[in-house]
């Protein structure tokens, strides 16, 4: 009988304790994973809203997921297909590794058209304006320059002129519908145009000048800025090639000596080395784009 409870005790002590342990482990995993999603959401709602895309933020979340789960379904399809020595621990480690780095596809294309997005418009606001200063030449008041650059068709710089005058008729001053204007695109051009017009109109100061003035600092920007993009197009293309190039030759290798790669991944040494390899990679990686990435 102290035989019996002797073993039995720690048993049912150590069943606790792992019970629990997971309960706590799940409790934190559920509690993570729900502020990623709110912050996941609240990001891509916002991210939405800059290109101007009618689509809830939740669809983005369910179609990053989808991607994930498809690219790790096809990497385990593949490897179990080509690979010689599979196994499924090394087929569900490749296939999560995947699906990690293809969840933040969704966001990658949505930041990717935000950039182009607020290029066009920088280019397209030079042009915009010469046309207000031509207005005001003309005898137009400010409303109605404004006007006629929303009435063009030449997206996105008229979508967002839209928005504005949408703001005016509704009764919103002039400088608070400009201010709201500069905080949904984030563009330092922008900030000066609307600067400039609110000076304007405090001081009585001439602004059909002043907006010459700006559409040639604009103009020259734009110059700075390609020159400055074509002499660092090599750096940026030597980034790409350091990110992709060692992950391309392990690939390689696998195939042309798949038994000395299969060590080298079973061992505690070729593990740590992988490991160190691919932060320093992305280490240098990261310091290129720093030293390429140059604001005008």
């Known amino acids: 009988m102290n035989i019996l409870s ?22 934190s995993f559920i509690y ?11 990001e891509a709602a916002v991210e939405l809203d800059d290109v101007l895309l009618q689509m809830p933020a939740g669809r983005i979340f369910d179609l990053s997921l989808a991607i994930s789960a498809f690219c ?75 006007e006629s650059i929303a009435d063009e068709n030449r997206p996105p710089i008229s979508i967002e002129f839209r928005l504005l005058m949408q703001e005016l008729r509704l009764g919103v001053p002039l400088e608070t519908a400009l201010n709201n204007m500069c905080k949904r695109i984030e563009s330092d051009d922008l900030e000066l145009v609307a600067v400039a017009i609110i000076t304007a109109r405090q001081t009585g100061g001439e602004l059909t000048s002043v907006l010459e003035r700006l559409a040639a600092v604009i103009r020259e920007r734009l110059r700075i800025y390609r020159k ?6 090599q750096g940026r293309m030597q980034a790409g090639v350091i ?33 160190v390899a691919v932060i320093l990679v992305i280490c240098g990686f990261l310091v290129i784009r720093k ?4 604001q005008v």
């Open 32 to 42: 993570i994973s729900a502020r990623y999603k709110e912050r996941y959401l609240k």
């Open 243 to 275: 990110g992709v190039m060692p992950f391309a030759l392990m690939f390689m290798m696998s195939y042309i000596v798949p038994d000395a790669m299969s060590a080298f991944f079973e061992s505690a040494v070729g593990i740590i080395s992988c490991i």
């Open 72 to 146: 790790c379904f096809m990497t385990v399809v593949i490897f179990g297909m080509t690979g010689s020595g599979f196994s499924w621990v090394k087929a569900i480690g490749l296939g999560s590794l995947i699906a990690v780095l293809t969840f933040p596809v969704p966001r990658l294309v949505l930041r990717f058209l935000r950039i182009r997005r607020l290029a066009k418009f920088n280019e397209q606001l030079e042009d915009a304006l010469g046309s207000m200063s031509s207005s005001l030449k003309a005898g137009f008041s400010i409303n109605q320059a404004l």
């Open 291 to 294: 030293i390429t990435s140059i």
């Open 6 to 27: 002797s073993t039995w005790v720690p048993s049912i002590c150590v069943l606790m304790a792992v019970t629990l342990a997971t309960l706590v482990i799940i409790d």
């Open 228 to 233: 400055i993009s074509a002499l660092t197009a």
